[in-house]
């Protein structure tokens, strides 16, 4: 017969091991404390996460960096981060080419927002995401778009046009969604899961497909 497990309890050696990888993502961030252009408080590492251009990213308290994830700090205005944010694992935060042959513009989070795992904040355009902002897994942005319009040249040739992404305070955004550049999501907006987001969202949407189709208002009754 199976013992029934108890979710309410956690056994002495599920504790010491929290306590333990906790401790060890306090001491790496202690350890690279130095180095960022400012931070205000603890800072959480998890183990093989890359943070480089430290001194261009300014970081508020109880700052979360979960374990695998690449942050690029290279950028023309920098990476900000405020309060009680949370960096999900092996999520890719990338403004600049590797080489930093392509500069690009770089992100802010405001308190209390975080990216779930597998995310990709691509911010060669200037993104901003506000306060008390959910980003699920495997969410995208891309705050970039290629050229195309000259057919006797190649693509890669035309250049990059970057127009930005804007999400506001207090919007959910699901797993799997992809922001595309020059979109911004209004305050309060849910944006359901799988949806491509390519125009703008007004305040308080429910977004709930592929095709961008706002469902309702959360202001109506």
């Given at each position: 017969?199976?013992?029934?497990?108890?979710?309410?309890?956690?056994?002495?050696?599920?504790?010491?091991?929290?306590?333990?990888?906790?401790?060890?993502?306090?001491?790496?961030?202690?350890?690279?404390?130095?180095?960022?252009?400012?931070?205000?408080?603890?800072?959480?590492?998890?183990?093989?996460?890359?943070?480089?251009?430290?001194?261009?990213?300014?970081?508020?308290?109880?700052?979360?960096?979960?374990?695998?994830?690449?942050?690029?700090?290279?950028?023309?205005?920098?990476?900000?981060?405020?309060?009680?944010?949370?960096?999900?694992?092996?999520?890719?935060?990338?403004?600049?080419?590797?080489?930093?042959?392509?500069?690009?513009?770089?992100?802010?989070?405001?308190?209390?927002?975080?990216?779930?795992?597998?995310?990709?904040?691509?911010?060669?355009?200037?993104?901003?995401?506000?306060?008390?902002?959910?980003?699920?897994?495997?969410?995208?942005?891309?705050?970039?778009?290629?050229?195309?319009?000259?057919?006797?040249?190649?693509?890669?040739?035309?250049?990059?046009?970057?127009?930005?992404?804007?999400?506001?305070?207090?919007?959910?955004?699901?797993?799997?969604?992809?922001?595309l550049d020059g979109v911004t999501?209004?305050?309060?907006?849910?944006?359901?899961?799988?949806?491509?987001?390519?125009?703008?969202?007004?305040?308080?949407?429910?977004?709930?497909?592929?095709?961008?189709?706002?469902?309702?208002s959360r202001m109506e009754n």
């Amino acid at each position: 017969m199976l013992k029934r497990i108890d979710k309410n309890n956690i056994s002495t050696l599920d504790l010491i091991s929290i306590l333990s990888s906790t401790l060890l993502k306090i001491i790496r961030g202690f350890l690279a404390k130095a180095f960022f252009a400012k931070s205000d408080g603890l800072i959480f590492i998890g183990k093989r996460t890359k943070i480089s251009n430290k001194n261009k990213i300014i970081i508020g308290k109880n700052m979360k960096f979960e374990m695998h994830c690449e942050v690029q700090g290279l950028s023309k205005r920098g990476l900000v981060f405020g309060d009680n944010v949370t960096i999900g694992n092996s999520t890719m935060i990338r403004p600049s080419s590797y080489y930093g042959v392509e500069v690009g513009e770089g992100l802010k989070m405001g308190n209390n927002s975080s990216i779930g795992p597998m995310g990709y904040i691509g911010c060669a355009g200037y993104i901003s995401i506000g306060s008390n902002v959910m980003i699920g897994p495997r969410v995208s942005f891309f705050a970039e778009n290629h050229n195309f319009n000259d057919t006797s040249s190649t693509i890669k040739s035309q250049g990059v046009i970057r127009k930005g992404i804007i999400v506001e305070d207090d919007c959910w955004i699901g797993s799997g969604v992809i922001v595309l550049d020059g979109v911004t999501i209004g305050r309060g907006s849910i944006i359901g899961a799988g949806t491509i987001v390519t125009k703008d969202i007004p305040p308080y949407s429910i977004v709930v497909d592929k095709r961008e189709k706002i469902v309702k208002s959360r202001m109506e009754n």
